[in-house]
């Protein structure tokens, strides 16, 4: 006799994280975002950050710091001509 096979599993879906009900742009940890943009890896990130190496909106960026998606991101050179 065999055993019954088990129905599959429904897949796991992954859920947008919804707009912010005043407007306001949703915001991802600084290094993610400069990940997804290409710049470097998420370690990278951290240690450019550490190093001064990133402004954003004109202000120098801090570890941990969450960004809207439209911030504009500066890398300093020395970032750039070490990767």
């Known amino acids: 006799m065999q055993n019954p096979i088990d129905p599959p599993k429904p897949a796991a879906v992954r859920i947008p994280k919804p707009v912010n009900p ?10 993610k975002r400069m990940a997804e943009l290409g710049l470097c890896s998420r370690r ?12 954003v909106n004109g202000q120098p960026a801090v570890m941990g710091q969450p960004v809207a998606t439209n911030a504009r991101t500066e890398i300093d050179r020395q970032a750039e001509q070490q990767q």
């Open 22 to 31: 005043d407007g306001t742009p949703i915001t991802i940890r600084l290094n």
């Open 44 to 55: 990278e990130a951290d240690a450019w950050i550490e190093r001064g190496w990133v402004r």
